[in-house]
């Protein structure tokens, strides 16, 4: 009987040509391969044939959080030396905590300009796990500056070049906020979500944005001791009638990804049911975790050892996950961010 609170016990062995280091196009060619998580039983598909799987009355939950260009190139006013910047999150207007690197260029008071002096920022304070906390100077809107100049966050297994910024959003990306993608959304087109529409599929959606927390390793032996990330969230009023009207009628509540899986479980566990809420959630899934809100999940393939794959281990069971991505490995699927996609049923 394997040891769920073992971190080893999640792992498995991936060549490295098997993560994807670009997007398919169209998105939506991308395989998926179908795991029944009673039975164990899996079939390979493609992306577009999702809806074969799905039945009217059924409902996708989508995370429409929006990732924010949040690199930023620029060199130190005072001499060029060169700095890179990654946005975490807003403080307050213009004034956000960020991570640099050379850390050691960047001492309060010190300023940087961006993209020829559209922007400029400086530093005010060194926060207490190294990041700084950096005011930004611009015309106009920084959103708007960040959408000409930033650069995509991508994690740190992607090491070509993002040609078009827009394969790293969703179709439906819409509320600014993220540092990484809410990938398993990457693979759905507008002319995707419309069949499903025309089946009798329905769609909600919730946000929560996510944050560079999502990369990070676990280092503890015992996952127990694991410190989670925590991230916001938002569930409008409609998208908890929805839910809890598919649930009335004997529908299935999909969630598309972990962050929607985390963002439903996380507000059932701080709200003891389903309701329009917005908060922060560290809620951290593994086996055995008895889920209270979703009854499939659309995701893609996870990094060996991370909360990620615990969490599909926790919904699909351990051996059938593990066997899943061993298959999958076999089958050379496309791993990761812009890999290909799994449905648990």
Known sequence: MPDWTKRSTYAYDLPEERIAQTP?????????????????AIEHHHFYELGDFLRPGDLLVMNDSRVLPARLYGVKSENNTPIEFLLLHAVEQNVWEIICKPAKKAKIGTRFTFGNGLLEAEVLDITEDGGRLVRFFCK???????????QMP???YITEKLTDKERYQTVYAK????????????HFTPELLEQLQKQGVNTAFVTLHVGLGTFRPVKADDIRDHHMHTEHYTIPEETAAKILATKAKGGRVIAVGTTSCRTLEGAMQAHGKMCACDGDTNIFIYPPYSFQCIDGLLTNFHLPESTLIMLVSAFAGYEHTMHAYHIAVEEKYRFFSFGDAMLIL
């Open 140 to 150: 106009g809107n920084l959103y708007a500056v960040l959408d000409e100049i930033g």
């Open 154 to 156: 991508l994690p740190p």
């Open 24 to 40: 398919v196009t169209p998105r939506s060619a991308s395989r998926l391969l179908c795991l029944d998580r009673q039975s164990g």
């Open 175 to 186: 509320e600014v906020g993220s540092a990484a993608a809410p990938t398993a959304g990457l």
